[in-house]
């Protein structure tokens, strides 16, 4: 695996408002999409927005929005163009033709989509040999289709973001040996996964309780705190790659506590495959902690996010505890007393969030805190509590239990 550019690297963001997406919606995912590039260390100069019923299937934007994108990626010179959604190989073989020069060996702007940028933080964020293997497994799948400028000589000359390609060897450029590459590397998974089930084995029949959400929610924070170890915690997207298991005593009951990798919209599904192994803490767990950030002005759809992608791996169905992270950084908009319109989300408050659909979701009992200020930890520690020694009731019948605090 290639190591991570040191280099910051200059990129124009581009999106589309659709039928189905409206202007304000794709400003959000163009946020995300910025903090995407800004932890793959680029730097975003400007960004184009085109309404469109569909993607142009040849070139995702218009003529014109194309032409316009070309004139400023002309004058300012910036290495990266990024498209938040996924572009069709032949999509991403015609901007690749249309932005850089005939006749050159080296193109001299990079065309990205959603998928590859996170396929690159993926790649440079993976530290174990489980992750890194999971990582390469789904670059390989991605980019099979779109062996264009991939593989060559340019993998050697090039470095950056969305060139941490999984080989070196020219002689990848080859589609059997590609094929023969993946389908070693899924039986090197599958080991990998056979020596992991062992593992979970040996834990004996403990409770276990997984952290999930979406990525930057303050779940390795939180794992901190409920198991006083030392997990790493950033503030970028995916800073945790690898299943972390910690062991965690509350009062009498021992359970075991998992922190998994975040997820977000527009997940490659290549990724959700290749990472359904570490995912594998989230479907055995008996109770799942789903944190959530109020913070953020699309949280509602962040939950949405983690509830669809839960479903899709098989889990859901589980017991849940919806913990509302990062009330410490809450702040309402204040309405102007002028303005005669409803009120809307973003003005509402804590105590009025905690009165809407929050306290009436079925099969999950929710909860405020602040992992960083510990604000609410007591009352998710009672509920966690009370939640695991439910199940280790069920599991040990005829352990007796003390009745001295919770520690």
């Given at each position: ?8 690297e ?14 304000k ?22 960004r ?22 070309k ?17 069709s190989p032949?999509?991403?073989r015609?901007?690749?033709r ?41 670059q ?37 040996i ?37 990525t ?81 002005p699309?949280?509602?759809?962040h939950v ?9 791996i098989?889990?859901?169905?589980k ?16 309405k ?12 509402m ?39 695991v ?19």
């Amino acid at each position: 695996m290639i190591e991570t550019a040191k280099k910051t690297e200059q990129c124009v963001l581009v999106g589309l408002v659709t039928r189905n997406q409206d202007r304000k919606q794709t400003n959000e995912y163009l946020d995300e999409l910025e903090f995407l590039a800004e932890t793959a260390r680029a730097q975003c100069m400007a960004r184009f927005l085109q309404a469109l019923d569909h993607p142009d299937p040849r070139t995702f934007v218009g003529s014109g929005k194309l032409q316009e994108i070309k004139n400023y990626v002309q004058e300012h010179k910036p290495e990266l163009v990024i498209f938040d959604d996924e572009l069709s190989p032949a999509q991403q073989r015609n901007l690749e033709r249309s932005f850089n020069e005939k006749d050159t060996e080296r193109p001299t702007v990079k065309i990205l989509d959603r998928n590859s940028l996170i396929l690159d933080i993926f790649a440079s964020r993976a530290r174990t040999a489980h992750a890194r293997r999971q990582v390469e497994l789904a670059q390989y799948e991605y980019m099979l289709p779109r062996l264009t400028r991939m593989w060559t000589h340019l993998e050697k000359q090039r470095g950056g973001i969305g060139m941490r390609g999984p080989g070196e060897q020219e002689i990848e450029t080859d589609r059997r040996i590609v094929r023969d590459r993946i389908a070693f590397l899924k039986e090197e998974l599958r080991q990998i996964d056979k020596q992991k089930r062992t593992q979970r084995g040996n834990r004996g029949a403990m409770v276990r309780v997984a952290l999930v959400g979406y990525t930057n929610a303050g779940k390795s924070t939180l794992m901190n705190v409920l198991s006083k170890s030392d997990v790493f915690a950033e503030n970028k997207l995916f800073a945790t790659l690898d299943t972390t298991v910690r062991k965690v005593v509350l009062h009498d009951i021992p359970f075991l506590l998992a922190d998994t990798v975040g997820f977000i919209r527009k997940l490659p599904h290549q990724l959700i495959e290749s990472f359904k192994s570490t995912l594998d803490e989230t479907l055995e767990a008996d109770l799942l902690i789903h944190l959530a950030d109020i913070s953020h002005p699309s949280f509602e759809e962040h939950v949405q996010v983690v509830n669809d992608t839960l479903e899709e791996i098989g889990c859901s169905g589980k017991p849940v505890i919806l913990v509302f992270n990062k009330i410490d950084a809450y702040r309402p908009v204040e309405k102007d007393p002028d303005d005669l319109a409803p009120a809307g989300k973003e003005h509402m408050t804590l105590e009025d969030w905690r009165n809407t659909w929050m306290s009436r979701i079925a099969g999950a009992d929710v909860v405020f805190i602040s992992a960083v200020q510990k604000t609410g930890l007591p009352e998710l520690r009672d509920l966690l509590y009370k939640k695991v020694r439910e199940i280790h009731k069920v599991r040990y019948p005829n352990t007796r239990y003390d009745a001295g605090e919770i520690q």
